[in-house]
């Protein structure tokens, strides 16, 4: 689900995005910022209220824009904020987003959370970004809430608001599944026991006493997330279609599809070079080695989308690759047999617990970071099994595979790579195409 065009947001008017309510705050404001970054925009995101930390993101703790810079430069984006520590006896929230997946946080007696920033100094950091993404209300990891008398805190810069429900809330009882349920009940004019029905849920999302409060005049979106576990599918058209009458633009996903899913990026670099004449894979290219270049971006990948790739592999025939890889945690896979072709090497990097992999070469020394992400989020986004970059509609490396495919990668021979596979079943193939074509060359001589 690509949430900028599930919500047709304008990136290019909504420069700063607050988004209020329950059922998935976090985990949409940080799906944004990595679809925001695949389009090579700078992201920040902070909160005015308090928001979960969640260790291995880009964080600067003190609003200093030295290196809100640097960290938007190696990551495109970061998360900004104030970190304070809470004595929590009952533990924290199950399950928070994290990096660009999903990790279990554990239940621990202390629970880290970020405090927002002073408006002045939002507006100061704001300069440094294309888009500004705030949490700005607060919900327990609740899927419902209406608001308190001082929430939600949306800054004044705001351009569009996005409120956001959680349909789990559907069928259950107010006192099980609302943020301060009294209010809700008050609200709604219910027993805190009573249960949560879709006329519910659609008067709080239309209410400027519910997740339309303190929004004014500015663009308003809702979100109904979490449509994966309604007993009845219908029941988020019937709530989208109130929204209608009362001409609000909402729409209904799930954010949940990239939790369950893991992926591995494996470097394909055990090549014997016989045109190059030597080992290509040291050969420098603006001074760094072809291999360590694509290493790099495959690191650089893993961390920005942490919780989803699950795992970076490289097969090689050279100790030297290998034993560099290793100093940086990646996996290494030794190919003794490399005159066999591409084919052993992608049999040998294939990881079977991986829901899909992602081979790239690594005499592709133009490759970006940012066509990996964008040829991650095509194939998440759509239902293909395979994906590949591509120039001009002409298939190329890298390209994904998911685990429907193993059998047949697995039968492959000699010189023959997954493009095969992929010339096999064209109609299961989605395509990310690039305008630079020399992203995808392969540096088979001395430049």
């Not at 993101?57 to 998360?79: A, H, Q, S």
């Not at 219910?190 to 997740?211: F, H, N, P, R, Y």
């Amino acid at each position: 689900m690509k949430v900028l065009e599930l919500l047709d947001i304008d990136i290019k008017k909504s420069r700063v995005i607050s988004v209020v309510g329950g059922g998935g705050k976090t985990s949409l404001i940080f799906q944004m910022a990595e679809e925001l970054v695949a389009f090579e925009k700078k992201v920040i995101v902070t909160t005015t209220t308090h928001m979960a930390y969640e260790q291995g993101r880009p964080f600067v703790g003190d609003g200093n824009l030295r290196k809100i810079r640097e960290n938007i430069r190696k990551f495109g984006y970061t998360v900004v904020g104030v970190i304070e520590e809470k004595k929590n006896s009952h533990g924290i929230c199950d399950a928070k987003r994290a990096d660009f997946g999903d990790r279990m946080e554990s239940k621990q007696p202390f629970s880290r959370k970020i405090q927002g920033l002073a408006e002045e100094k939002i507006r100061e950091v704001q300069k440094e970004c294309d888009v500004l993404l705030i949490e700005a209300d607060g919900a327990k990891c609740l899927p419902l809430k209406v608001p308190a008398g001082w929430e939600p805190v949306i800054p004044e810069m705001t351009d569009l608001v996005i409120g956001v429900i959680g349909l789990d809330c559907l069928g259950k009882r107010i006192l099980d599944t609302c943020h301060r349920p009294e209010l809700t009940a008050e609200f709604l004019g219910k027993d805190i026991c009573e249960k949560v029905t879709e006329e519910d849920a659609a008067k709080i999302a239309a209410s400027s006493l519910g997740l339309r409060k303190n929004v004014g005049n500015r663009e308003y979106r809702v979100l109904l997330n979490k449509t994966d576990v309604l007993e009845d599918p219908k029941a988020a058209d019937r709530i989208l279609e109130k929204m209608k009458k009362e001409k609000i633009y909402a729409a209904a996903g799930s954010l949940k599809h990239k939790r369950q899913y893991k992926l591995a990026i494996v470097i394909l670099a055990a090549g014997n070079s016989r045109r190059f004449g030597d080992n290509k894979l040291m050969y420098p290219v603006e001074g760094i080695p072809m291999y360590r270049r694509a290493l790099d971006r495959a690191l650089l990948v893993q961390e920005k989308m942490k919780g989803l790739i699950f795992s970076a592999a490289i097969v090689t025939q050279y100790p030297e690759i290998q034993k560099e890889a290793t100093k940086l945690g990646v996996k290494t896979v030794f190919n003794s047999h490399p005159e066999t072709g591409i084919s052993s090497s992608m049999k040998l990097g294939l990881l079977p617990e991986a829901d899909a992999c992602l081979f790239m070469v690594a005499d592709q020394p133009w490759l970006r970071a940012e066509t990996l992400e964008g040829l991650i989020l095509r194939f998440l986004d759509s239902s293909k099994g395979m994906a590949a970059v591509s120039k001009n509609g002409e298939p190329g490396n890298p390209c994904i595979f998911s685990r429907k495919y193993y059998d047949s990668l697995m039968e492959l021979t000699g010189d023959k790579g997954g493009k095969r596979v992929l010339k096999a079943h064209p109609e299961d193939v989605v395509l990310y195409e690039i305008e630079n074509e020399k992203e995808l060359t392969d540096v088979d001589r001395p430049l």
